[in-house]
């Protein structure tokens, strides 16, 4: 709540502008069916709603969810001994600003740009992007400090404003960009996590790549592969 206060007060964000990321987010999750919260929603309704903790809205907040994510990383010669489908690891990243109020803006992620650098996301155009963002106004800081334009689909799967698996979301992120990867829907994606706490900042990102010519050319042994296995909201949000 103090971010977004920030955000507003500076003309960096708007109710308006956090309430169309929550309407974006409910309307992509029509089409997930492990999604918690898929349906439509107009600005005006989530507007019309009082606020939280000010000037968060419940909408504005990720809800709760129980579930589970994992993923296998190996070679791609072992992903192909397998016969399952793969993506490759291009770039990964983390890192942690300071934990120190005062010390840093609250309004900007300079750790996002730098882990976007480290992660060689400037390699090609990022069509697919699942933010780790648990409230609305995240979503703006993350898309301003990378750089995502029209170009890119924010959170196809609802993202964590749909269905905020705890604890395993992040994971689950990269899950939902390794299943569009698989199906050929996609090329270049990227997953992002953001713990954004009143004392603590830390980032992570991960490129995942569709391999070059799979599957009919070898790609290099060395190369780290994931695969997706489940992510399925249970109990009802809080």
């Known amino acids: 709540a103090m971010q977004a206060r920030l955000l507003l007060e500076q003309g960096l964000a708007s109710e308006r502008a956090m309430a169309e990321v929550v ?3 409910r309307r992509h999750a029509l089409a997930n069916p492990h999604a918690q919260l898929r349906q439509e929603v107009s600005v ?12 968060l809205r419940e909408s504005d907040c990720a809800p709760v969810a129980d579930g589970a994510a994992a993923m296998i990383i190996c070679t791609v010669e ?3 001994a397998w016969g399952l489908p793969y993506a ?13 109020l005062g ?3 609250l309004t900007d992620s300079v750790s996002t740009r730098q882990a976007a650098a480290a992660a060689g996301m400037k390699r090609g155009p990022v069509q697919v992007a699942e933010l780790y963002a648990p409230f609305s106004h995240q ?10 334009g029209e170009e890119t689909v924010i959170k196809p799967s609802g993202g964590v404003m749909a269905g905020n698996l705890m604890m395993a979301s992040g994971l689950a992120r990269i899950g939902e960009v390794f299943r569009r990867i698989a199906s050929g829907d996609t090329g270049l994606s990227l997953k992002w996590r953001t713990i954004r706490r009143l004392r603590t900042t830390s980032v992570n ?6 391999p070059n010519s799979w599957p009919t050319e070898r790609a290099p042994a060395e190369a780290p592969v994931t695969f997706y296995l489940s992510t399925v909201p249970r109990s009802q949000p809080t």
């Open 23 to 25: 309407v974006r987010a």
């Open 44 to 55: 005006e309704e989530l507007l019309a709603a009082e606020t939280f903790v000010s000037p």
């Open 78 to 80: 072992k992903a192909r």
């Open 88 to 100: 490759r690891i291009s770039g990964i990243d983390h890192r942690i600003e300071t934990h120190n």
């Open 103 to 105: 010390m840093r803006d």
């Open 139 to 148: 979503e703006i800081i993350l898309c301003r400090a990378l750089g995502l």
């Open 205 to 210: 990102s991960m490129v995942l790549s569709f």
